[in-house]
C-alpha cells in the first residue's frame, strides 16, 4: 500500500510543555495539527522505522480518533508493529511497562493529564522513548524544531481499525497488536510487592479502603489488581469506568479534587485508606483515616520504610526529588547515606538517574511517585506501596507518618496555584523577583533570614546537559523555603506557582495545621513577589 503524500504548513505552537504538547481539544481537531506533529516525531526519530511502537491514552475525548490517525502515519512511516491498548486505552506507566518489556524503540502517550476531557476540554501527546520515559529535552527540541519547518505528512487511507477486539491485524505493511491494557503492568505490580500480604490486610476484613479512579484510565486497572488479584471487596474501586469527559469532572487527585473521596476518611466511620489517581494514571494521592500524607512526605516514608518490600529488600541506591518538592526525603537519604538529587520540576529529569542506577525512588510535590519499575510516575504503584507498607507494620498511615516526623523531622509543606493569570502580569512578577534574587542573602524579613536565594539550574549528573530557569528559589535559616515557577503544562494564560516549606525538628511542635503555621511565609511570599499587585489576585485558586 503506497502512503498518500499530504502537503502541510507548520503550526507555530507545537512546542512540548513539561509533559508533552498539551492543547484544547478544538486545537488539536484543525487539519494537520497532530498529523504535524506525529510526522515530525518520525521525521526527527529515524530509528522508529522498521522498529515497534506502543501506542495508548488515558480514553479522554479525541483519544479514539488520535490513536487512529497515528497508526495511519506510523505505517506510512514504516514503523513494522505496533502495540495498542484494547479501546486506545493505556495508562501512562503501562505505556512505559510495556515499552521496557517488549523492548520496543518507543511509545506515543494521548493524555493531558489531570486536565480536563472533553470535546471544549484539554488533549495532549508524549512521545516516550526506548527506556520507557519521556523523551529528554534535546528530542523534544528536535521535533519543535521539525514541526517549525514542516511541509508534507505521509498518511495511509485506510479505513478506522477494530480497536475493541484483542488480536492482530495488519495495516499496509504494519501489524497492528491490540493488547490486553492490564495484564502486563498487573504482572509488573505483582512481581514488586508482597501480594500475599496485602491480600490477608484484606481479608482481615478490619481494613477499610476505597480507591478513586475519578473516570478515568485506572479504573479498569485498579479493579483487576485490587479486587480480583487483591481480594478486596467489590466497589473498593469507585469511578472505575474511564468516560471520555471524566463524568465532566477534574481527574486530579488532590484536596480540591477528590473532596468527596477525602470526606469518607474522615469522621468516626472513617475509612483507613483511600487513594485517587488522575487521568492518565501517573499520579496518586494517599490518605489515611483523618489524616492526608503530602506527596512528598510519601516519598520520605517510602524512601525510609523500602526494605520492608520485597523489591528493595536489599536496599536502595538513592533518591531523587524535583526541586520544589520538600525537602524531608533528603533527610531520609541523609540518615541511609545515600545520594539525594535535586532536579528541574518534569519526570523526564529522573530518566537518566534511573537509567545509571544512581536512584531506586523519586517523586514529585504534583502528587507524583515512582522507581525504577518503569519510567514514569506511577499512581497505582505507589497506592501498592503503602498497602504493602500498613500490612507488613501494622499501624495506620497517621501513625506511620507521625513515626517519621518524630525521627526526621516535619517539612511542613502547601502549594498554592494562581491559575488562568494574565501571561504578561506573571511574567512582570518573575522578572520582579530575578531583579530582587542578588540582594537577598542575608537578609533578614521578620523571623526570616535568607541563606540562598537563586534561579535554579541543573546540570545533569550522567550526561552533563545544561536546564536553566527551572523557578525561583528562596532558601531561609532553618531549611524552610520559599519556591516560585510558572507551570508548564496550562493550556490558558499563565499558572503562578508558589512552594512553600517549613521545617519543625521538634516533636512537640508537629501538629499543627498546615495553613496556619504557614501564614508568616504566605506573607512573605507576597511581600517578596507582590502577587496581589501584579495580578490582582487576592488569594490562590487551588491550596493544596
Ligand atoms: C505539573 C507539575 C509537575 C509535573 C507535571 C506533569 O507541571 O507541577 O510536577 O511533572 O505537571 O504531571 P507544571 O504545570 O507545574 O509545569
Ligand atoms: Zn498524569
Same mark, same amino acid.
Given at each position: ?71 495511519? *502515519? ?18 501512562t506507566p503501562?505505556v512505559s511497562c510495556?515499552i521496557r ?27 516516550n522513548?526506548?527506556?520507557g520515559g ?173 526494605? *520492608? ?65 518503569v519510567r514514569e ?143 508568616? *511565609? ?23
Open positions: 500500500m503506497v502512503p498518500t503524500v499530504i502537503p502541510t504548513q507548520p503550526f507555530g505552537d507545537q512546542r512540548p510543555g513539561t509533559s508533552g504538547l498539551r492543547k484544547k481539544v478544538r486545537v488539536f481537531q484543525q487539519p494537520h495539527y497532530l498529523e504535524n506533529f506525529v510526522q515530525a516525531i518520525f521525521d526527527t526519530q529515524p530509528n522508529l522505522r522498521g522498529a515497534a511502537l506502543v501506542v495508548g491514552g488515558d480514553g479522554r475525548f479525541y483519544n479514539r480518533t488520535a490513536v487512529q490517525i497515528i497508526l495511519r *502515519l506510523a505505517a506510512a512511516n514504516g514503523v513494522a508493529r505496533v502495540l495498542v491498548g484494547r479501546g486506545g486505552l493505556l495508562s503501562a510495556l518489556k517488549y523492548g520496543t524503540a518507543g511509545g506515543i502517550v494521548l493524555s493531558a493529564s489531570h486536565n480536563p476531557g472533553g470535546p471544549d476540554a484539554d488533549f495532549g501527546i508524549k512521545f522513548v526506548a527506556n519521556p523523551a529528554p529535552e534535546s528530542v523534544t527540541e528536535a521535533i519543535f524544531a521539525r514541526t517549525q519547518t514542516i511541509d508534507r505528512y505521509q498518511i495511509l487511507e485506510t479505513p478506522d481499525l477494530n480497536l475493541d477486539q484483542i488480536g492482530r491485524t495488519q495495516l499496509g505493511a504494519m501489524q497492528v497488536e491490540v493488547i490486553d491494557p492490564v495484564a502486563d503492568y498487573a504482572a509488573l505490580m505483582e512481581s514488586r510487592f508482597d501480594f500475599p500480604a496485602i491480600r490477608a490486610l484484606f481479608a482481615s476484613g478490619r481494613f477499610r479502603m476505597r480507591f478513586d479512579a475519578m473516570h478515568a484510565v485506572t479504573g479498569p486497572y485498579a479493579k483487576e489488581i485490587l479486587e480480583r488479584r487483591l481480594g478486596a471487596p467489590e466497589g473498593t474501586v469507585l469511578h472505575g469506568t474511564p468516560l471520555e469527559d471524566f463524568g465532566g469532572g477534574h481527574p486530579d487527585p488532590n484536596l480540591a479534587h477528590a473532596k468527596e473521596l477525602v470526606a469518607r476518611t474522615q469522621g468516626p466511620a472513617g475509612l483507613d485508606f483511600a487513594a485517587a489517581s488522575d487521568g492518565d494514571g501517573d499520579r496518586n494521592m494517599i490518605l489515611g483515616k483523618d489524616f492526608f500524607v503530602t506527596p512528598s512526605d510519601s516519598l520520605a516514608v517510602l524512601a525510609a520504610n523500602a526494605q *520492608l518490600i520485597p523489591s528493595y529488600a536489599r536496599g536502595i541506591a538513592g533518591v531523587a526529588r524535583s526541586m520544589p518538592t520538600s525537602q524531608a526525603v533528603d533527610r531520609v537519604a541523609e540518615q541511609l547515606g545515600i545520594p539525594c538529587y535535586e532536579t528541574p520540576t518534569g519526570w523526564k529529569f529522573f530518566g537518566n538517574l534511573l537509567d545509571a542506577g544512581r536512584i531506586s525512588l523519586c517523586g514529585e510535590e504534583s502528587f507524583g511517585t515512582g522507581s525504577d519499575h510516575k506511577d499512581g497505582l504503584w505507589a497506592v501498592l506501596f503503602w498497602l504493602n507498607l500498613l500490612a507488613v507494620r501494622k499501624q495506620s498511615v497517621a501513625q506511620i507518618v507521625r513515626d517519621h516526623w518524630r525521627q526526621f523531622g516535619r517539612n511542613y509543606y502547601t502549594r498554592h496555584d494562581y491559575e488562568g493569570v494574565d501571561a504578561d502580569a506573571a511574567k512582570g512578577l518573575m522578572d520582579h523577583l530575578h531583579s530582587l534574587l542578588p540582594a537577598l542573602p542575608g537578609k533578614t524579613f521578620g523571623a526570616h533570614q535568607v541563606v540562598y536565594a537563586d534561579d535554579f539550574a541543573y546540570t545533569d549528573p550522567v550526561d552533563g546537559s545544561r536546564s536553566t530557569g527551572q523557578g525561583i528559589r528562596i532558601g531561609l535559616q532553618g531549611g524552610s523555603r520559599l519556591i516560585f515557577r510558572l507551570s508548564g503544562t496550562g493550556t490558558q494564560g499563565a499558572t503562578l506557582r508558589v512552594y512553600l516549606e517549613s521545617f519543625e525538628s521538634d516533636p512537640n511542635n508537629q501538629t499543627g495545621e498546615t495553613q496556619a503555621v504557614m501564614a508568616p *511565609l504566605v506573607q512573605l511570599a507576597e511581600e517578596l513577589a507582590e502577587i496581589q499587585k501584579r495580578t490582582g489576585r487576592k488569594k490562590p485558586d487551588v491550596i493544596t
